[in-house]
């Protein structure tokens, strides 16, 4: 055997392992993450008893969280729509009738598309944003002065943003389904020869209200992961401007996996468990 | 002055790590007198104030204020007892999301739900404690240094505190905004009348301010007196640091006398 061989294998051996410890500690990292937001969330909960007082808070949080993320949101849906729809005629041509083109796309967006996509865009420019905001804060020990007020900076500040998130994230998928819904209508309409009333009437023939419920209670628990994640992120940021770029990193990443395998639960809760057996 | 201790430390252990930054802080700090916890950078000084607030559990040890053991309290016995007490950061952690009177005026809105012209008048009262009345609608970035250290000491003591914690409060101040601030907590504490501890490694700003020091070395505290004391004493300790106060700077020969307001250098 030569040396250059051996030398190979042990390359080959110490990106295996070396492979294993980036899963792992990413693995890790994560489930501490998730512990650190169960019990960040447990105590934003309990400030809830003084949702009065935060309430300018909140609001202040659902016009960062919510009107300046839409359009963002709007763009995104829009050509989600019309995506959906070119692949749904691309699929269906010759074996299913054009009607079932608008029950398609309604599906698709109102159960999936919708609440996912826009969970996935907001929580990218939430989670990230809300983590360099309290990190910055707790590398600057604005987060200590707080504290050192007496007040609360689960009260003031993660206990507003998870909230406003919880309320906004449903309320920005209505907007996402209503008009990814309109650009799948007008694709369809414009270029894929399905007139006006065959896809309404397509959309009537299976319209089902617990499909629309079904993805906003994604939505609501959606915004919930983000809102968390960010502010854990956020508030167990350390080591300066590296710190604060580290958390928003972390953030944006929990956010969207946890998103990912929550949608997967949920799905199987809802249209397995819940509205399956109706 | 009296010799009532409103702040009891006795054996303070903390550690981060191997590195055990406390190793049995004693310190009684008197009501109603400024003590200044003197010390090098890095020594402990800011991680002892931390405690005394409770922003940071000890390994070990009691801190007592007024009786109470804080080590033991729950978060809501400990927000009361904070709210008798100011803290001025060494970065001034000032919330850049919010002006200047909207800092100063946080505590208030927060614990006394004071809000319209009261409000203002109040913050109004306490800028204008520090110098800087006027300057409610400015916003942190627009703000100096000195003038950051002075609102951050405007909005400390916005609930009349007992006690007023001053973290590093002329670090990073050139000499002339050093002396103002100096100038400003003995000037607070004549209006305050409340009891002050100063964390700092300035020994002017100690010497000027102080009514007892402190001096931290090695994780303990290894003299304390009133700043007569300090410049009389022959503890090793106290030497050794005056004697790296005076080290000349390169090219100089020896320290400015100027300087030799104490007779330190």
């Known amino acids: 055997m030569t040396s250059s061989s051996v030398t190979s294998r042990r390359n080959q051996g110490g990106f295996g392992s070396g492979l294993l410890r980036t899963f792992g500690g990413g693995a890790l990292d994560l489930v501490t993450e998730v512990g650190a937001a169960g019990l960040l969330l447990w105590r934003a909960f309990l400030s809830l008893r003084k949702l009065g007082r935060s309430f300018h808070l909140i609001v202040v949080q659902m016009r960062r969280i919510g009107v300046e993320s839409l359009p963002l949101v709007m763009i995104t849906s829009i050509f989600t729509g019309a995506v959906t729809a070119v692949q749904a005629a691309y ?26 996509l826009t969970a996935l865009v907001v929580g990218g420019r939430v989670s990230a944003s809300i983590a360099a905001e309290l990190g910055t804060m707790r590398v600057t020990e604005q987060i200590d002065a707080m ?3 007496a007040i609360d900076p689960v009260r003031y500040l993660v206990m507003p943003r998870v909230v406003a998130a919880l309320i906004m994230l449903p309320v920005l998928t209505i907007f996402a389904d209503v008009l990814a819904i309109s650009g799948g209508f007008i694709v369809s309409n414009l270029s894929l020869d399905v007139s006006a009333k065959t896809f309404v009437e397509g959309m009537k023939l299976f319209f089902f209200p617990h499909d629309v419920l079904g993805g906003l209670f994604k939505a609501f628990v959606f915004g919930g992961i983000i809102a968390i994640m960010g502010c854990t992120a956020g508030l167990r940021t350390h080591g300066g401007a590296v710190g604060v770029g580290r958390a928003a990193t972390r953030a944006v990443v929990a956010s969207c996996v946890l998103i990912l395998i929550g949608d997967y639960v949920l799905a199987t809760l809802l249209f397995k468990v819940i509205f399956g057996e109706a | ?11 303070l252990f903390k550690a981060f790590g191997d590195n055990e930054v406390l190793r049995g802080v004693d310190l ?17 000084k800011s991680v002892l104030l931390k405690h005394i607030i409770g922003l940071m559990k000890p390994d070990g040890g009691s801190i007592v204020v007024e009786g109470r053991e804080v080590t033991g309290l729950d978060r809501g016995e400990l927000n009361e007892l904070r709210m008798r007490f100011g803290m001025v950061f060494q970065g001034a952690a000032l919330f850049d999301s919010m002006t200047v009177g909207a800092n100063v005026g946080l505590p208030l ?13 109040l913050v109004e009262e306490k800028l204008e404690m520090v110098g800087l009345a006027g300057t409610a609608h ?16 405007a909005r400390a003591i916005a609930l009349d505190p007992d006690v007023i914690l001053y973290d590093e409060p002329t670090t990073g101040l050139d000499p002339v905004m050093a002396e103002q601030i100096n100038e400003l907590i003995r000037s607070t504490q004549g209006k305050l009348n409340a009891t002050s501890i100063v964390v700092t490694h300035d020994l002017h700003s100690a010497c000027f301010t102080g009514d007892r020091v402190a001096l931290m070395d090695e994780g303990r505290i290894a003299f304390e007196g009133t700043t007569d ?26 320290a400015d006398p100027s300087c030799d307001r104490y007779g330190l250098f």
């Open chain 1, 91 to 116: 699929q269906l041509k010759e074996f299913v009738p054009k009607i079932y083109l608008g029950v398609a796309i309604y599906k698709s967006v109102s159960i999936e598309l919708g609440p996912v």
């Open chain 1, 147 to 149: 504290d050192a007020m």
């Open chain 2, 1 to 11: 002055m009296t010799g009532r201790a409103i702040i009891d430390i006795r054996g």
């Open chain 2, 28 to 44: 009684a700090v008197r009501d109603g007198e400024t003590m200044v916890v003197l010390g090098p950078s890095g020594c402990g």
């Open chain 2, 109 to 121: 809105v927060e614990h006394h739900r004071t809000g319209g012209s009261e409000l203002d008048r």
């Open chain 2, 138 to 153: 400015l916003w942190p970035s627009e703000l100096s240094g000195g003038m950051k250290k002075r609102v951050a000491l």
């Open chain 2, 229 to 254: 004391e300090l410049t009389k004493t022959e503890n090793e300790a106290v030497r050794t640091f005056i004697a790296r106060g005076r080290r000349p700077l390169p090219g100089e020969r020896e």
